[in-house]
């Protein structure tokens, strides 16, 4: 597979002269088209651990517009394993192809498995694992969205030395993995930033479980409501943005994080002459799907 991690250039953001900061941003979605961003990242790790470790097949977890149910069932076809999801919400068992995601994972070989919310909850314990294991034999386990410590030691691998000079790291939050990777990769005298994609302050815990520096927080403000909830304000965001640097942004993720920065930006939350470092973790394989819902509900669409 050919990914292109040359390419993960800073990329400087337009800004007026006048808000006194720098901005740049991370192309880590350029390193592969459809494993790209943090997913590579955080399978990387995982995938020779299960290779070296004999397993043929891996099983992992996602809901409908999951960038890492898409990266798993492509990286798992190029490195030859069969691959299982378990997707949260059975009532998508016969709206696969209507889904960009789940058609897009079905046709690179992954097998579903479709359970209810309630279900879904239990992911992480042992007896419902056990119960997977019965049914469809041994598997490597891939957690949701990938987090786990191989995940978190290939995130390590975002930061280079180029980039000690930036006061400020940021990155959009899911389930914490890119973020600690990113803090114990953090330079002497950066600040590393988080937003989170959904509701709560519970990934602080989450997130403490694999970091020991104390240099970063969580802008919770920022969520639009919760996981993949968007509004018109956001779209508008998106795609000025698009227009004026010629970088794409998914509604999930990197839209939330940059609209956040923005506005702190105009807030005076980072003083003049500030270095600002923000990762663009990839997930664009979303807008289609997200484009859909909006197209239902006669919103603007994000333009591609």
């Known amino acids: 597979m050919n990914f292109k991690l040359e ?35 955080k399978l ?4 020779l651990k299960a290779k070296s470790s004999g397993f043929e097949t891996l099983l992992t977890f996602g809901g409908a517009f999951s960038n890492h149910i898409a990266a798993a069932a492509y990286a798992g076809k190029i490195y030859g394993f069969k691959t299982i999801g378990v997707i949260r919400g059975e009532e998508l068992k016969g709206k696969i192809e209507e889904n960009e995601t789940l058609r ?21 314990e042992a007896d419902f694992q056990r119960n997977l294991k019965e049914f469809f034999g041994d598997f ?79 802008v919770t403000d920022y969520h639009f409501g919760g996981y993949a909830k968007i509004n018109n304000d956001l779209v508008a965001f ?4 698009k227009s004026d640097n010629e970088i794409p942004l998914d509604p999930v993720y990197t839209g939330k994080m940059m609209f956040g920065i923005f506005d702190l930006i105009k807030k005076g939350f980072f003083k003049k002459g500030t270095k600002i470092l923000a990762i663009h973790t990839g997930g664009l394989q979303g807008i289609d799907g997200m484009n859909s819902i909006l197209t239902k509900k006669n919103m603007p669409i994000i333009e591609k």
């Not at 808000?19 to 941003?25: A, E, K, P």
């Not at 990387?44 to 995938?47: P, T």
């Not at 897009?104 to 992480?124: P, T, W």
């Not at 998106?238 to 943005?241: D, E, L, R, Y």
Request: net charge neutral.
């Open 7 to 41: 390419n993960s250039i800073n990329q400087p953001i337009l800004l007026p002269k006048s808000l006194g900061v720098d901005l740049f941003i991370k192309r880590e979605d350029e390193i592969h088209p459809f494993v790209s961003g943090n997913k590579y990242r």
């Open 104 to 124: 897009f994972a079905k046709s690179n070989g992954m097998q579903f498995e479709f359970v209810s919310r309630e279900v879904y909850r239990n992911k992480n």
């Open 238 to 241: 998106i795609n000025k943005f």
């Open 44 to 47: 990387k790790y995982n995938l």
């Open 140 to 218: 490597y386990l891939v957690p949701e969205g990938g987090t786990n410590e191989l995940a978190v030691k290939g995130c390590e691998e975002i930061l280079s030395e180029t980039d000690k000079d930036f006061d400020y790291v940021c990155s959009a939050v899911g389930t914490g993995g890119t973020l600690s990777g990113l803090i114990n990769c953090s330079k002497p005298g950066q600040q590393v930033l988080g937003f989170p994609a959904l509701k709560g302050d519970f990934l602080k815990e989450d997130i403490s479980k694999f970091v020991t520096k104390s240099n970063w927080d969580l």
